[in-house]
């Protein structure tokens, strides 16, 4: 199945035929309007067209169509709103991609009688019987469904069904929601490697000296080599576009992490998605929990200390931009500038004393020494994305800008270093992907030579074109302002 060609209402029609199929009498769209009251995507200010409003209710999927149904009657789920073996009817699941703390993500097959259609990522998320519980899972269906942007995961459909998650328990009412498959892993797999390597005696002799003065143990090094600037600037750039997108429909995403960034291969193109919107807010929302959300190694220091009355600031544009900066960070120098942060296994960071780091955190200082292959500019970014003053750093739209002025990477010869970096997928690419041949793929051309030299004639390096000087505004020079 070609996702360009399939048509949006594609997998609901399924749904609908199914139930007819199975007799089913409920209504064919039997849970609508339930995520619309959830998150508020615009401002007041801005007024909604009728053809806005027939999309958004074609596009929320829900809660009963049935006139005069309040959420105040019952917090249970109707029984009409459920789909009945629609999982086993037209999906055969392959493996599991990732755990969370809400559910599991699998990779699916579709299928419609035993005839192979495109494989798609499946996120099943247990909702019992409350509805207010099904309201909070399904904010991020609701944001998926209104936003396109080729840099963001897509959505392709939601339904709800009884599923017995053990052998021997009951059946619990789930949620899945379907969502568009990428074929390379996540960006922090692509960057340490899918499993941590064993310790040297040397650091396990460390480890324990520092554990026996009460220390945390030192972060595992990344096994993999580190990015070239090529390949930096490549992804960096898909991932600030995606941004620059969600900010532009006035949404924070507040949990920017490598992890959060999958990849996808088509043929011989690397490109970075953005995933998991499920702590996404509107961006004048008001902050009401306490401390922080996500991973604090990205958080911005502002939203992790508490002011003198004990109030958090709130999550802003900015506080993603700086995790923005703490990815790219990541990318450089395949570490993060935290004494407590493990980037290999999170699990054995000790939160108090990473909070502690990272609120007392002096800023960017120039890693210069570490990675004297990239470009200056490549640090001048940093420093302005890590800025500790949120009104100092850039908004993502500005970086987008900056980055397409200094440079046109679309003329650069590659060669194959985007393949040649993918792990081998033992599972089959997302629709409109060309299955590969595992036969084809052993005689796959190595890296090819590059046509720039991060040092020297790489764009974005030492020498930039005077004319391209003079056409750049204050707001987009975000490079050429003074050494970090």
Same mark, same amino acid.
């Given at each position: 199945m070609n996702h360009e060609y399939a048509d949006p209402e594609y997998f609901r029609m399924l749904r609908t035929g199914n139930q007819h199929l199975a007799g089913g009498n409920g209504p064919p769209s039997p849970i609508r309007r339930l995520v619309e009251p959830a998150l508020t995507t615009r401002s007041a200010s801005r007024s909604t067209s009728p053809q806005e409003t027939v999309q958004r209710e074609t596009e929320s999927q829900f809660l009963s169509s049935t006139p005069g149904v309040s959420k105040v009657a019952s917090s249970r789920i109707r029984r009409e709103a459920f789909s009945p073996n629609y999982f086993r009817t037209f999906f055969v699941e392959e493996r599991v991609l990732g755990r969370g703390g809400k559910g599991v993500v699998l990779l699916v097959r579709h299928e419609i009688d035993g005839c192979p259609l495109g494989h798609f990522a499946c996120k099943r998320v247990p909702v019992g019987d409350d509805h207010s519980w099904l309201e909070k899972v399904l904010v991020e269906v609701e944001l998926l469904a209104k936003l396109s942007h080729p840099n963001l995961v897509s959505y392709r459909h939601v339904w709800l069904e009884d599923v017995r998650l053990s052998r021997f328990g009951p059946s619990v009412a789930c949620a899945f929601i379907l969502q568009q498959y990428c074929n390379g892993g996540d960006?922090?797999? $692509?960057?340490?490697g899918s499993a941590p390597r064993e310790l040297t005696k040397e650091e396990l002799k460390e480890n324990m000296r520092r554990r026996s003065k009460g220390q945390a143990e030192a972060p595992r090094p990344a096994t993999k080599p580190q990015l070239s600037f090529e390949e930096i600037y490549s992804l960096f750039k898909d991932i600030t576009s995606g941004v620059a997108y969600l900010h532009g429909a006035n949404y924070i995403h507040r949990d920017l992490k490598p992890s959060n960034c999958l990849l996808h291969r088509e043929g011989a193109k690397l490109s970075c998605l953005i995933s998991d919107f499920g702590e996404v807010q509107p =961006?004048?929302?008001?902050?009401?929990?306490?401390?922080?959300?996500? /991973?604090?190694?990205?958080?911005?220091? +502002?939203?992790? !200390?508490?002011?003198?009355?004990? !109030? $958090? +600031?709130?999550? /802003? /544009? !900015?506080?993603?931009?700086?995790?923005?900066?703490? #990815?790219?960070?990541?990318?450089?120098?395949?570490?993060?500038? $935290?004494?407590?942060?493990?980037? #290999?296994? =999170? =699990?054995l960071e000790d939160i108090d004393q990473l909070r502690a780091e990272i609120t007392d955190w002096q800023g960017f200082q120039g890693e210069r020494q570490e990675r004297p292959d990239l470009p200056s500019k490549l640090y001048k970014l940093l420093q302005k994305l890590l800025a500790l003053n949120p009104h100092d750093r850039p908004s993502a739209n500005e970086v987008l800008l900056a980055m397409r002025s200094e440079t046109n990477f679309d003329n650069i010869t590659k060669g194959d270093w985007s393949a040649s970096r993918v792990q081998n997928l033992d599972s089959p690419m997302p629709p409109g992907t060309p299955v590969p041949d595992p036969e084809k793929e052993k005689f796959r051309g190595r890296r090819g030579s590059r046509n720039g030299d991060a040092s020297t004639g790489t764009p974005l390096a030492e020498s930039v074109n005077a004319s391209q000087d003079s056409r750049r505004t204050s707001r987009t020079d975000l490079f050429l302002n003074d050494e970090p």
């Open positions: 960006l922090h797999q $692509y960057l340490v =961006e004048n929302a008001i902050r009401k929990s306490t401390g922080s959300t996500g /991973t604090i190694s990205y958080c911005a220091p +502002e939203v992790l !200390k508490p002011d003198a009355s004990g !109030k $958090y +600031e709130n999550f /802003t /544009t !900015k506080s993603d931009v700086f995790s923005l900066g703490m #990815i790219l960070y990541f990318m450089c120098f395949g570490r993060l500038p $935290y004494q407590g942060a493990n980037v #290999i296994q =999170e =699990e």
